[in-house]
C-alpha cells in the first residue's frame, strides 16, 4: 500500500469514528479531496504561525469552502488573522469584503464543531465584530435600522448563552444597548439590558467562585499527600503547577467580569435613577404579580441601583421572598428589616442567606450585616464573631476590621487591663482600624478618621502604672487582646 493510499484509509478511518456536524466526510469524499484538504489545513498553519496573513489567508478560504469539518482551529485563528487582513488593507471595497468574510466566519461554526462552539457565542461574535468595524459609518450615516440588527444579535446571542456570555460580548452589547435607547429614545432598551447584564453576569461570577472554591482542597490534600510519602516531589510540583493555574484562571474570570459589570453600571446610572426606575416599574409591577421572573429582574436592578428604600421595591420583593425564598432575596429582606429597626428578623434573615448562599464568598456581605445587626443589640461577642467570619473568608475586608474596632471603642470601662487602666480598649480598637487603612485603600479615610478621634488613657494614669511607650499591654474582658502602649 502507498504512503497516500495509507493516509487516506487513516483519515476515513478517523472520520469514521467521530460525529462532524453538518459534513458528510471530515477531509473529503475521496482520496484525492482529503490530501488537498490536508495540504490546505498544514499550509495555513505555516503562513499563519510565521504571521504571513496574506499567504494564509488563501489555504484558509480552500478549507472553509472543501473540507469545514476538517480542524476546528480554522475558525478558532479567523479572528486575528482578518483582524491584520482589515488593518493591512488599504482598498475599501476590500476591506470591506474582509469584515464581511470575518462576520460570516463565525455563522456556522457551531454546526461543524458542536461540542466547542456554540450558535450564541458565534451570534456574540458576529454582532461584536459588526460593532467594532461598522457602527461608526452607522451612526455618521445614520442607518439605524443597521445598529438595530446589531442590538438584536447581540440580544438573540445573550438569551442563548446566558451566564456563559464573555466580558467583551458584554461591554459592547451594553454601547449598543445605551444607542438604541438615545436613538429610540426609550429608556425601557437600556433597563431591559442592564437586567440582563447584572442577572448573567452574577451568575457568572458564582459559577467561577464556585469552581475555585472545589479546587481549594485539593491543595490541602496534595500537600497531604506529599507529606504522607505518597507522591514525591516532582509529582507534587506538576499536580501543584496545575493546581494554581485553574484557580487563576477563574479568580482571573471573576476580576474581568466584575470589571464588565462595573463598566455596565457606570454607563447604566445616569439613564435609570431610583425615580425613574420606580415609575417603571410601578407599571410593571401589578401586570407581573406572578411572574417571578421578572420580578426578581425588577429586585435586583433597584438594588444594585441603592433604590431599596422604593415602596416598589419593597413590595416586589416581598412578593419575590414569598413565593421564592432564595439567598438573594433573604439578604436583602435582611436588609430591609435592619433599616426598619426589626433587628431579630433580620439577624433571622441574614441567617437565612448564609445557608442559601452557595460560595463563601457572597457570604461575606451577610456576615458583616449580621455583626451590625448584634451591634445594634450590643452583643458585641456575636458581633465580632460574624465579623471575623466575613475577614475569614476575604481578609482584606476593611469594613470588617472598621467594625470590630468600633465594637472595641464602644465598649466603654467595661473593658480595660488588668490594672483596669481607662480607655485602654481603643488601642485595640486603633489597632482594627489600622489594620483595616492597610488591607482595604477603599475604607482607608473612613479608619482613619475614626482611628484619629480615639483617646487614649493618660499620660499620668501610664505613669502610675509604671507603663512606657512600646510596651505590649493586655485588654481584658470580652476583647481579650495584646495591644501596644502608644
Given amino acids: ?28 469524499a475521496n482520496e484525492e479531496d482529503s490530501l488537498k484538504c490536508l495540504e490546505d489545513v498544514n499550509s495555513f498553519r505555516v503562513f499563519y504561525n510565521n504571521k504571513q496573513y496574506a499567504d494564509a489567508y488563501v489555504p484558509w478560504q480552500e478549507v472553509v469552502k472543501n473540507c469545514p469539518c476538517a480542524w476546528d482551529g480554522i475558525y478558532t485563528y479567523a479572528q486575528n488573522m482578518f483582524d491584520n487582513l482589515i488593518k493591512a488593507e488599504t482598498d475599501s471595497a476590500k476591506k470591506e469584503a474582509l469584515v464581511d468574510q470575518l462576520i ?11 461540542k466547542k462552539y456554540t450558535e ?26 443597521k445598529i438595530e440588527d446589531i442590538y438584536n444579535m447581540y440580544v438573540r446571542s445573550v438569551e442563548l448563552e446566558k451566564d456563559a456570555t464573555q466580558p467583551n460580548i458584554w461591554d ?9 435607547t438615545q436613538v429610540k ?34 491543595f490541602e490534600n496534595l500537600q497531604a499527600a506529599f507529606d504522607n510519602g505518597q507522591i514525591d516531589k516532582l509529582e507534587y510540583d506538576k499536580r501543584f503547577k496545575n493546581l494554581s493555574a485553574d484557580t487563576a484562571r477563574q479568580m482571573k474570570l471573576v476580576s474581568n467580569y466584575r470589571k464588565t459589570l462595573s463598566n455596565v453600571e457606570g454607563k447604566f446610572q445616569p439613564y435609570a435613577p431610583c425615580n425613574v426606575l420606580e415609575a417603571v416599574y410601578a407599571k410593571k409591577i401589578n401586570q407581573n404579580r406572578d ?18 428604600t422604593s415602596p416598589v421595591f419593597k413590595e416586589a420583593l416581598e412578593i419575590v421572598h414569598n413565593a421564592e425564598p432564595g439567598a438573594q432575596s433573604a439578604y436583602l429582606m435582611g436588609n430591609l428589616s435592619l433599616r426598619n429597626n426589626e433587628v431579630d428578623k433580620a439577624i433571622n434573615y441574614f441567617d437565612q442567606a448564609i445557608e442559601l448562599f452557595e460560595t ?27 465579623a471575623l467570619q466575613a475577614i475569614k473568608i476575604h481578609p482584606n475586608c476593611g469594613k470588617a476590621y472598621i467594625l470590630i474596632g468600633d465594637l472595641y471603642a464602644s465598649s466603654g470601662n467595661r473593658c480595660g487591663g488588668d490594672d483596669f487602666l481607662p480607655r485602654s480598649y481603643n488601642w485595640c480598637a486603633a489597632d482594627k482600624y489600622a489594620k483595616a487603612a492597610a488591607v482595604d485603600p477603599s475604607c ?26 512600646g510596651q505590649s499591654y493586655h485588654v481584658g474582658c470580652w476583647i481579650n487582646e495584646t495591644t501596644t502602649i502608644r
Fill in 1 to 28: 500500500m502507498t504512503m497516500k493510499k495509507l493516509l487516506f484509509v487513516i483519515v476515513l478511518s478517523i472520520s469514521s469514528t467521530l460525529a462532524f456536524g453538518q459534513c458528510n466526510f471530515r477531509y473529503g
Fill in 104 to 114: 460570516d466566519s463565525y455563522r456556522n461554526r457551531h454546526l461543524y464543531f458542536p
Fill in 120 to 145: 450564541g457565542n458565534g451570534l456574540g461574535f458576529m454582532a461584536y465584530n459588526a460593532y467594532r468595524y461598522r457602527i461608526k459609518n452607522y451612526m455618521k450615516n445614520k442607518e439605524y435600522d
Fill in 172 to 180: 459592547t452589547y451594553f454601547i449598543v444597548a445605551e444607542i438604541m
Fill in 185 to 218: 429614545k426609550d429608556t425601557n432598551i437600556i433597563i431591559e439590558a442592564y437586567e440582563r447584564a447584572t442577572d448573567y453576569i452574577d451568575v457568572a461570577i458564582v459559577n467561577a467562585f464556585v469552581k475555585y472554591e472545589k479546587q481549594l482542597p485539593n
Fill in 291 to 308: 411572574n417571578i421572573k421578572v420580578l426578581k429582574k425588577m429586585v435586583l436592578t433597584m438594588s444594585k441601583g441603592g433604590c431599596i
Fill in 360 to 386: 463563601e464568598e457572597q457570604k461575606v456581605d451577610c456576615y458583616y450585616m449580621l455583626g451590625l445587626a448584634y451591634q445594634l443589640q450590643q452583643k458585641y461577642s456575636e458581633s465580632r464573631s460574624a
Fill in 444 to 469: 482607608a479615610e473612613t479608619a482613619n478618621a475614626k482611628r484619629a478621634k480615639l483617646a487614649f488613657p493618660t499620660k499620668q494614669d501610664r505613669f502610675v502604672r509604671g507603663l512606657n511607650d
